[in-house]
């Protein structure tokens, strides 16, 4: 069984930007949702999902991340608007895509 990785970025009212990476998306937004994590994140109330993108290879998204924390702030914003144009919380239909394919 593969298992898939994910590469996300989340955001608060000011669009300040933090990238995670994670094996089980839900359950991360759900913890940054309620607070439970501590860090970057917490301290700037970064709980909307903008971005995500995944990978069968937990290398491939480490490397991933390490790549976008490095890039630019407008080439993220450009990422972000490529999938994600009016900067949505892309949770609720995450859920509603991965409860169906169940």
Known sequence: MNKTYYVYIITNY???LYI???NNLERRIIEHKKGLIEG???KYNCKKLVYFEFTESIEDAIRREKQLKNWHRQW????????NPNWDDLFKNFI???SSEL
């Open 14 to 16: 000011s669009k300040t």
């Open 20 to 22: 995670g990476v994670t």
């Open 40 to 42: 970057f994140s917490k």
């Open 76 to 83: 993220k914003i450009n990422l972000i608007e490529k999938m």
């Open 96 to 98: 509603e895509n991965d």
